[in-house]
């Protein structure tokens, strides 16, 4: 069972160009969600999935586009990278319904010069 | 808007000694609190769970209390041993908001030998 993985790791982009991080889980939880992480800012919402085939915006989804691809994965993609973007992105995935406990991906370190 | 906040933001203490984390919130309409742990470059790890209806939680060394109406949640470390070093985050889910977090930034702590 590896739970939740994330690529790439590691990332540096130019401003203005895009990538897409990847997510997936193998404990077949309906709901899954990307966060960042700055510091000073804690853990922020970006996007997140309640069941395959539906989205939400967060707290804060400008700049950000997300895909349930399947009950598996949930990527999320930068369509046009800017220095605010830089941060940590964590993806997570829980039940729906019961206690909705989150478990972590280990991260994605992104930064745009 | 629920604002949860973690006090003290860091936090040095010898080893074998007995400690108390804090976290607030503003909204008590919470469904349930989850205490996390965040080792350095690394994903979030889910310590305890407590129910809105539960007072506490415990696991191992690990106790969690919750006092809802007052807006109030500790994270009690008995013994405390290097390997405790990390930064602990506390997020709450609200009853209104499905399975969405509020996190606050966290709590480093530093056990040393």
Not at chain 1, 6 to 17: C, D, E, R, Y
Not at chain 1, 69 to 96: H, I
Not at chain 2, 91 to 113: D, I, M, Y
Request: hydrophobic letters at 30%; aromatic letters at 8%.
């Amino acid at each position: 069972n590896a739970g939740v993985t994330q690529t790439p790791k590691f990332q540096v982009l130019k401003t203005g160009q895009s990538m897409t991080l990847q997510c997936a889980q193998d404990m077949n939880h309906n709901s899954m969600y990307w966060y960042r992480q700055d510091p000073g800012m804690g853990l922020r919402l970006i996007y997140y999935s309640a069941s395959e085939g539906t989205t939400d915006k967060g707290e804060v989804p400008n700049g950000y586009n997300v895909s349930r691809l399947n009950k598996r994965e949930f990527s999320l993609r930068l369509e046009s990278a800017a220095p605010s973007q830089t941060s940590v992105y964590f993806c997570a995935s829980s039940t729906s319904g019961g206690a909705w406990r989150q478990y972590f991906g280990p991260g994605t370190r992104l930064t745009v010069t | 808007k629920q604002e949860v906040t973690q006090i003290p933001a860091a936090l040095s203490v010898p080893e074998g000694e007995n400690l108390v984390l804090n976290c607030s919130f503003t909204d008590s309409a919470i469904y349930n609190l989850q205490w996390f742990r965040q080792d350095p470059g690394k994903g979030l790890t889910s310590l305890l769970l407590i129910q809105s209806s539960q007072r506490e939680q415990t696991s191992g060394r690990l106790n969690a209390s919750l006092d809802k109406s007052s807006g109030r949640s500790t994270l009690y470390i008995a013994a405390s041993q290097p390997g405790d070093s990390a930064t602990y985050l506390c997020a709450v889910r609200k009853e209104t908001s499905g399975s969405r977090l509020t996190f606050g930034e966290g709590t480093q702590l530093t056990v040393n030998p």
